[in-house]
């Protein structure tokens, strides 16, 4: 029989981060730092909500929130009940604000584990406050208007149909009142409409004798572009990541915090007109080393999002792209990093095996490590995550998960 000792264990581990075949490194003080850089960005009379929806955009949801509200953070958004609950059962005892509609039969959640609801509808609303009636709670939410981003919330012209129904319903704590802007860095004139529809909205409760204690409508985007929009509170995800919007700059000095990485696995000499991969799409122009990589589609690395063209000369750059990779001259071919130097990939990715170009880059063994580029948010949840935290009191290595 097997003794373990914590020795033992450690050195298990020590080994397993060696051939670990694809791994993500989080630098959670570049998320503290992040933090810390927004909280000064807004000021002290605005509230910020960290946004660490979607396993903090790829981050792990759990270390993350814990980082974030260490620094400065008054609230964590998620997009459901279950990761509100995930965030107290592992101890965060922060305000947790929920953005989507609620499904009948979640609101015991909600009551139970003291999270903040979103209301885009007179049914929620009075689903919610039957349950709160009968745990004898009050339940904080926040009102959701539809002011033109055409998904969820209620339109201005219900918010007066149901107002008196709506703000009377027992066991319900009015705490907020928000909106979501469409384009905020890609149509300013739309988003100034949102804006002021908004306020007419609230403007309209005011006179009735109704008051949010919190009202907000600015995203990563919008708290950057709009500084007269943060209002009382501004809704952070991008920023806290590292990362700006889409065509927003900004001079905050946000630091990258996160890396996707995986190692060579086999190594392969190729011959000047050899094929490479499924589909025979890529001949090799010269002779070449190819190195195999355990990491493919399956595991986020080259997914795109391919976005509806926005018109006609976007539509025809689609096309050419589709056309030229046709003709064998790839457009927007993916890479690797490997010591530093860029790597072509060599054909289409595969589900879970890429063969990449490395013949003229040396010292490339088995067991290199290979740094990937992919979108967070697509990246498998399930690809081991090493942590690296040295800010926090007492702990000053990288930490597996």
């Known amino acids: 029989m097997k003794t373990e000792t914590k020795g033992s264990r450690s050195t298990e581990m020590e080994i397993e981060e060696k051939v670990r075949p694809r791994w993500i490194e989080v630098n959670l003080d570049a998320v503290g730092r992040n ?8 000021g002290d009379g605005v509230k910020l909500l960290a946004v660490v929806k ?3 955009y790829g981050l792990g949801m759990v270390p993350v929130a814990h980082t974030v509200i260490s620094q400065g953070a008054d609230l964590l958004g998620v997009t459901n009940p279950d990761e509100g609950v995930i965030l107290r059962n592992k101890g965060i005892d922060a ?7 609620l499904l009948p039969g979640e609101e015991e959640l ?22 709160a009636r009968i745990y004898g709670v ?12 055409g998904r969820t919330g209620f339109l201005p012209s219900s918010i007066k149909e149901h107002a008196d129904r ?10 907020g009142i928000y909106t979501h802007f469409a384009s905020a860095a890609g149509d300013p004139q739309f988003t100034r ?19 949010f204690p919190l009202c907000h409508v600015c995203n990563s985007a919008a708290a950057l572009l709009y500084p007269e929009m943060r209002l009382d509170l501004v809704r952070i995800g991008t920023l806290l990541y590292g990362e700006n919007p889409p065509g927003v700059k900004d001079d905050l000095g946000l630091e990258s915090t996160w890396s996707f990485w995986s190692r060579v696995i086999h190594l392969q000499k190729l011959e000047k007109g050899m094929m490479v991969g499924y589909g025979r799409t890529h001949r090799v122009s010269r002779d070449t080393t190819m190195a195999v990589i355990p990491v493919g589609y399956r595991d986020g690395f080259g997914v795109d999002v391919t976005p509806r063209p926005a018109g006609l000369i976007d539509l025809t750059k689609v096309v050419a792209k589709i056309v030229l990779g046709y003709l064998g001259f790839p457009v927007g071919k993916y890479y690797v990093e490997i010591n ?19 013949g003229k880059i040396p010292g490339i063994e088995v067991g290199t490590p290979v740094r990937l580029m992919a979108r967070r948010t697509v990246i498998r949840e399930s690809i081991p995550k090493s942590y690296c935290q040295q800010e926090k009191a007492g702990s000053s290595d990288t930490q597996p998960v």
């Open 340 to 358: 530093g130097t860029p790597a072509p990939v060599l054909g289409r990715v595969g589900m879970e095996l890429t063969c990449i170009d490395v």
């Open 95 to 101: 305000p947790i604000f929920i953005f989507r509609p």
């Open 193 to 211: 409409q949102q804006f002021r529809l908004f306020q007419s909205v609230v403007e309209g409760l005011k006179k009735r004798g109704i008051q």
């Open 166 to 175: 709506l703000f009377s319903l027992p066991g319900l704590e009015w705490e």
């Open 138 to 149: 009050k339940v904080p939410v926040h009102l959701k208007v539809e002011t033109g981003l």
């Open 35 to 42: 933090t810390r850089r927004v909280k000064e960005m807004i």
């Open 54 to 56: 979607g396993d903090a």
């Open 110 to 131: 909600v009551v139970n584990y003291q999270l903040i609801s979103s209301i885009s509808s007179l049914q929620q609303a009075e689903r919610l406050s039957d349950k």
